[in-house]
C-alpha cells in the first residue's frame, strides 16, 4: 500500500508565513527553525538556551538535541543555515532585551509569562499567521517539518542526504519524501497526447 505524501508548503507559502511573522519576536524563529532543519515541534519547544547558543549569545552548530526531547530518543545534530545563524543572533539580543532567562538550562522558547511554550500555542499561533497570510488551506505545524525534508530532497535528489536530514532510521521512511509536487506532475504530463 502507497503513502500518501505529506502536505508540504509551497515556496510561495512559505516566504509568506516568515512575511507575515516577520515582526513577532519568538514567532518567527520558531518556524524558520522549523523550515530551515526540520525539528519536529516537540523539540523545538524542549529545547534549551544553552543547546543552541554558546554562552556569549553566538548560535551553535550544529546543535545537538537531548535524548529526552527527541522521537524514539535518538539524539541527534542539526545544523544551521547561513540565514538562521543571522535570525538567532538577533534572536539573542530580542531575549536579552525582554529579559527571557538567558542561561543554559532555560527555555529557548518562552511564552509571555517567561516559562517554555506549550506545543498548542506554537499550532494555535501556525493557524493564526497563516489566516493573516491568506493561506487557502490551511496546514499542521507538522507540514514545516515536512516541507523542509522535501526542500532537501528535491535540491540533492539523495535519499540518504535527506535520510540523515531528517533523523530517519531507514531510508525507506523518507521515501514519502521524493513524491513530485504538482508543479512538477503538471510539467510532466501537460504536453502528453492522449
Given at each position: 500500500?502507497?503513502?500518501?505524501?505529506?502536505?508540504?508548503?509551497?515556496?510561495?507559502?512559505?516566504?509568506?508565513?516568515?512575511?507575515?511573522?516577520?515582526?513577532?519576536?519568538?514567532?518567527?524563529?520558531?518556524?524558520?527553525?522549523?523550515?530551515?532543519?526540520g525539528l519536529r515541534l516537540s523539540e523545538?519547544?524542549?529545547?534549551?538556551?544553552?543547546?543552541?547558543?554558546?554562552?556569549?549569545?553566538?548560535?551553535?552548530?550544529?546543535?545537538?538535541?537531548?535524548?529526552?526531547?527527541?522521537?524514539?530518543?535518538?539524539?541527534?545534530?542539526?545544523?544551521?543555515?547561513?540565514?538562521?545563524?543571522?535570525?538567532?543572533?538577533?534572536?539573542?539580543?530580542?531575549?536579552?532585551?525582554?529579559?527571557?532567562?538567558?542561561?543554559?538550562?532555560?527555555?529557548?522558547?518562552?511564552?509571555?509569562?517567561?516559562?517554555?511554550?506549550?506545543?498548542?500555542?506554537?499550532?494555535?499561533?501556525?493557524?493564526?499567521?497563516?489566516?493573516?497570510?491568506?493561506?487557502?488551506?490551511?496546514?499542521?505545524?507538522?507540514?514545516l517539518r515536512h516541507s523542509a525534508i522535501?526542500?532537501?530532497?528535491?535540491?540533492?535528489?539523495?535519499?540518504?542526504?535527506?535520510?540523515?536530514?531528517?533523523?530517519?532510521?531507514?531510508?525507506?521512511?523518507?521515501?514519502?519524501?521524493?513524491?513530485?509536487?504538482?508543479?512538477?506532475?503538471?510539467?510532466?504530463?501537460?504536453?502528453?497526447?492522449?
Open positions: 500500500m502507497l503513502c500518501p505524501s505529506p502536505p508540504t508548503l509551497t515556496r510561495t507559502e512559505q516566504r509568506t508565513i516568515l512575511r507575515v511573522s516577520a515582526r513577532n519576536l519568538r514567532d518567527h524563529p520558531v518556524y524558520s527553525l522549523a523550515m530551515g532543519t523545538i519547544v524542549g529545547l534549551n538556551t544553552g543547546e543552541v547558543y554558546l554562552p556569549k549569545g553566538l548560535p551553535r552548530t550544529p546543535i545537538r538535541l537531548r535524548p529526552e526531547i527527541v522521537k524514539n530518543d535518538r539524539a541527534g545534530d542539526v545544523f544551521l543555515r547561513d540565514a538562521l545563524l543571522a535570525k538567532f543572533r538577533k534572536f539573542w539580543r530580542q531575549k536579552v532585551g525582554t529579559r527571557e532567562g538567558l542561561q543554559p538550562e532555560d527555555a529557548l522558547f518562552c511564552s509571555q509569562r517567561r516559562t517554555r511554550i506549550s506545543p498548542r500555542r506554537v499550532q494555535f499561533s501556525f493557524r493564526t499567521w497563516q489566516v493573516r497570510g491568506g493561506f487557502d488551506r490551511l496546514y499542521p505545524f507538522h507540514s522535501t526542500a532537501v530532497y528535491r535540491a540533492s535528489r539523495d535519499l540518504f542526504l535527506a535520510q540523515r536530514f531528517a533523523r530517519h532510521v531507514s531510508p525507506l521512511t523518507t521515501t514519502v519524501y521524493t513524491h513530485p509536487s504538482d508543479q512538477e506532475l503538471w510539467a510532466s504530463v501537460r504536453w502528453l497526447n492522449c
